[in-house]
């Protein structure tokens, strides 16, 4: 049975950081590219970052370039992202994903960590 198991989510003034962390059991997780998206309420869940496999190549949406860094573990099982210089509008709910090397879509997802950010 795969799980992937975020954390790290919480409050935290805008200017301020947090690092989100997904723990994923059941697959290899080195056969899986990783992606963090997020939902905030009244809005569709968006993309935020992914990373491929060997952790070699990644790619960030337009809002939180230059803010957020995704990186992994392999050892650990474990994706993460570290955002920094939060704003208010990156309150919502993160999710992280698993995508099969060569599957089209995301295969596995996450519950989701809520973070919260005060202005």
């Known amino acids: 049975q795969v799980q992937l198991v975020e954390s790290g989510g919480g409050l935290v003034q805008a200017g301020g950081s947090l690092r989100l962390s997904c723990a994923a059991s059941g697959l290899t997780f080195s056969d899986y590219g990783m992606g963090w998206f997020r939902q905030a309420p009244g809005k569709e869940r968006e993309f935020v970052a992914y990373i491929n496999w060997r952790g070699r190549s990644t790619t960030y949406a337009d809002s939180v370039k230059g803010r957020f860094t995704i990186s992994r573990d392999n050892a650990k099982n474990t994706v993460y992202l570290q955002m920094n210089s939060l704003k208010p509008e990156d309150m919502a709910v993160y999710y992280c994903?698993?995508?099969?090397?060569?599957?089209?879509?995301?295969?596995?997802w996450g519950q989701g960590t809520q973070v919260t950010v005060s202005s």
């Open positions: 994903a698993a995508k099969y090397v060569w599957a089209p879509d995301y295969n596995y």
